[in-house]
């Protein structure tokens, strides 16, 4: 055992206590919680006793008396007769679940009762949580309570990609750690993927000899990376060995953690193909990609080559037998199904089997390797895409494109992990994006994830059962270092713990934040890199009856905001915010939380503000823009606010649909010029309209053609690019405008999704 990581962790969470009355800062925060009067001292007096037949317990024990001993230098004794004891008991019978655990402490005794060896190492992690972080040689005091404590949800998981970039084993360790300190109990490990393949496969070995290692261009933004050309040297990247990966099982199961292996099929697996291109369905070299450039790679297996399968078969046989987990991840997302199209083989396999199309094709591939799995006594888990074609019998549903695929598969009586992009994606930004280290894009707050509830509403009671938990996830394209890992997980890791481990009654925000400065503070003090996001600012826009306020909000419930409208940097001595203010003209609205006298923010929160005849105005759409990209909600367009180059905020994204947007001014209004904004952004499947058409009315029945404006903006334009479509109206009168903006037929030719249906994003129109 490592105890150096012991040291790290075991205490690196414990909670402050005043007095033995006041309730300690647990997270996640128990069923039931009763602090009574005195305190256990740990000291070279406290002897652990268990049953000399539970030798089970023993891992738990020795983490358990190993970091007491890290902490402090105290060497707890083994069933010895000494004036104070811990006992574990091991009882079938208690009224908690598998993992759940009973506590009482008295000024002489602790009891941990459990069903089994869960409940003990959890019931070890809360007195952990419980002990003074002092020095070594100050007093470790346990205030006496009783405690009733049962997970929630049985999958409590955190994922990590270590394919875009490889993480040591130590870094793993760590990783597991944290998890484990806070309960998580499923560490989802995302080893295979285009960029690279991270697990010795013996029978394979070009699979990590060449599939693990491409050319280093970190230093270039993950889409902006040219394809590495013949004799580059691939310098960059790293494999774990079978023995290095049993470390890491071994090292999770002492601390009940479950390692799910993910091995992508039959799409993302371009490394795997660097290596052996016979698997492709064009059978060309490629060399390892560096990043997100997909132009002329291949990137999935030829579902119509019989060899394919059995090269699959031989790389899961070699992975079931190092991993003991019921559940492997095949993956399954984002299968680019255009190379199936053209392959003779693949088409062949369409005719034989009687498969309407490659949709069918690709349950084809995903039910074949079930059959195979579950011949091993395992399971499948894959990511929702899984549903297209056809769900396999058996297999369980990892929802990460919003809940629909979730509610679908257990409305098929199918099981499910709830892990949707919003809010379960920890390479979204939390804060900012001002001040923050760059992100993949998207905004998932640390109140955004303590709110998220993991039983979709639209779910009959009665599917309830099918729900096994929920997950973050956390992909590293922009993320090559320990410390950026560090800052992405902590602290919306301790928020999904409490959602997938505590009652929703007992779930309370301001609550959580009082128990989080423990933790915030242990972090300090270790040096730990956590996102101080929740005392972001909000500067939210409100549309009522045509006229604009802003309201400025921040998750910390403690903190006070002040704020500018000139654009200076907001200081203790600007304005404090009390209530909604009106945008009368153009201004630039500065803000910051201020606790303590202290500035908390690294950066100020700042949002400009263009006034506009539409301003405030109610917008009506043809064909409602997505759940996904609600930016301020149904009146985005006239908010006054311009959309920047990332597409997390402010910008409404309506995919594979015209946008057609009708405003309403109030009242008859000379109209000079209007202008729509709109986002191009390549890499996410984000393109200009084919055109904009214009029109106005005075009724909002007869509506008259000012003009269209053709789109200029190269579709294969990499950068992102926002295009204002304007027009001069030559000072007509009108109350309403409509302004619809044409979707172009698909993604352009070399792109990813070559024909595939892209999205239309917009930011303001501007009346003028």
């Known amino acids: 055992m490592n105890h150096r990581i012991i040291l790290l962790f075991s205490f690196l969470f414990a909670c402050q206590i005043s007095n033995a009355q006041k309730e300690p800062s647990i997270i996640p925060k128990p069923v039931s919680l009763i602090i009574n009067k005195g305190n256990f001292i740990l000291d070279q007096q406290v002897s652990i006793k268990y049953a000399i037949a539970q030798k089970s317990l023993f891992p738990a024990v020795n983490y358990f008396v190993a970091a007491i001993n890290d902490i402090s230098g105290i060497k707890i004794n083994l069933n010895k007769k000494t004036d104070k004891i811990i006992e574990l008991k091991i009882d079938n019978t208690i009224s908690v679940n598998n993992e759940g655990y009973l506590i009482k402490v008295t000024p002489t005794q602790i009891n941990i009762t459990a069903k089994g060896y869960a409940g003990i190492i959890y019931g070890f992690q809360t007195l952990l949580q419980t002990i003074p972080q002092v020095r070594t040689n100050a007093i470790l005091s346990i205030p006496c309570m009783d405690i009733i404590d049962e997970p929630r949800f049985k999958w409590r998981g955190m994922h990590l990609d270590v394919s875009r970039h490889f993480f040591s084993i130590a870094l793993v360790k760590t990783n597991i750690d944290l998890m484990a300190a806070y309960k998580m109990n499923t560490f989802h490990w995302h080893l295979v993927d285009d960029q690279g393949w991270r697990i010795e496969i013996k029978k394979y070995p070009k699979l990590t000899s060449v599939g693990a290692w491409r050319v280093d261009q970190t230093s270039l933004v993950w889409g902006t990376r040219p394809q590495a050309l013949p004799g580059e040297d691939p310098n960059y990247g790293g494999y774990y ?25 039959p ?24 990043g997100g450039n997909y132009k002329n790679m291949s990137s999935n297996y030829c579902a119509g080559n019989e060899a394919v399968f059995h090269f699959v078969e031989d790389v899961l046989t070699e992975v079931i037998n190092l991993f003991p987990s019921k559940f492997i991840h095949i993956g399954g997302d984002e299968v680019d199904k255009t190379d199936w199209q053209k392959c003779a083989k693949c088409q ?4 034989k089997e009687g498969l309407k199309n490659e949709d069918e094709l690709q349950s084809y591939f995903v039910k074949r390797i079930e059959k195979f799995i579950n011949s091993k006594n395992r399971k499948i888990i894959g990511w929702d895409e899984i549903l297209e074609g056809g769900l396999a019998p058996e297999a369980a549903v990892m929802s990460w494109r919003g809940e629909k695929g979730g509610i679908q598969a257990a409305n098929m009586n199918h099981l499910v992990v709830m892990t949707p992009g919003t809010p379960c994606y920890f390479d979204n930004y939390q804060a900012g994006p001002e001040g923050e280290p760059l992100a993949i894009g998207g905004f998932n707050t640390l109140k955004k994830v303590y709110d998220y ?7 009959n009671k009665e599917k309830y059962q099918y729900v096994l938990g929920a997950q973050a996830n956390l992909w590293t394209e922009f993320i090559t270092t320990s410390a950026h890992i560090e800052y992405m997980v902590l602290p919306r890791m301790l928020a999904l713990a409490e959602v997938v481990w505590s009652p929703v009654s007992s779930r309370n925000w301001n609550d959580f934040n009082r128990r989080l400065k423990y933790h915030f503070n242990a972090f300090d003090q270790k040096g730990l890199h956590y996102s101080p996001g929740n005392y972001t600012v909000d500067i939210r ?3 009522k009856d045509n006229k604009l306020a802003v309201e400025l909000l921040t998750e910390s419930p403690e ?9 200076s940097i907001p200081t203790i ?17 500065k803000a910051v939380t201020i606790l303590n006298g202290k500035i908390m923010n690294l950066k100020p929160a700042e949002q400009s503000f263009v006034t506009h005849l539409a301003l405030g105005a109610e917008v009506k759409y043809k064909t409602a823009y997505s759940k996904y990209y609600l930016a301020n909600g149904p009146n985005t367009l006239t908010d006054g606010i311009r959309g920047k180059l990332s597409h997390s905020q402010s910008w409404h994204g309506i995919d594979n649909n015209d946008l057609v947007a009708t405003i309403d001014l109030g009242k008859v209004k000379e109209i000079k010029s209007i202008t729509i904004g709109c986002l191009q952004n390549y890499n996410s499947w984000i393109f200009m309209p084919a055109s904009v058409q214009f029109e106005i009315s005075e009724d909002g029945q007869n509506f008259v053609s000012i003009s269209k404006v053709e789109n200029d903006i190269p ?4 950068a992102a690019t926002i295009k204002d479509f304007k027009v001069m109206a030559n000072s007509k009168q009108a109350r309403y405008i409509r302004v619809t903006a044409k979707k172009i037929e698909g993604c352009p030719k070399g792109h990813p999704g070559e024909g595939k249906p892209a999205w239309i994003f917009a930011d303001e129109i501007i009346v003028e």
Not at 348 to 351: E, F, G, L, V
Not at 453 to 459: A, F
Request: glycine share 4%; hydrophobic share 40%; charged share 15%.
């Open 241 to 265: 060995t079978q023995e290095q990966i049993k470390e890491i099982i071994a090292y999770a199961g002492i601390r009940n953690i479950t390692v799910v292996p993910e091995i992508e099929m």
């Open 267 to 290: 799409g993302h697996i371009a490394s795997a193909i660097a290596a052996y291109p016979e698997l492709s369905c064009s059978g060309n070299f490629q060399l390892p990609m560096t």
């Open 348 to 351: 062949a396999r369409i005719k």
């Open 453 to 459: 509830e993991p039983i979709p509403k639209e779910l």
């Open 541 to 543: 826009p409100i549309s």
């Open 559 to 567: 903190a006070k905001i002040y704020y500018t409208t000139d654009g």
């Open 573 to 589: 001595s600007s304005n404090l915010y009390q209530q909604s203010f009106p945008v009368s003209s153009s201004l630039t609205v």
């Open 715 to 718: 579709l294969d334009l990499k």
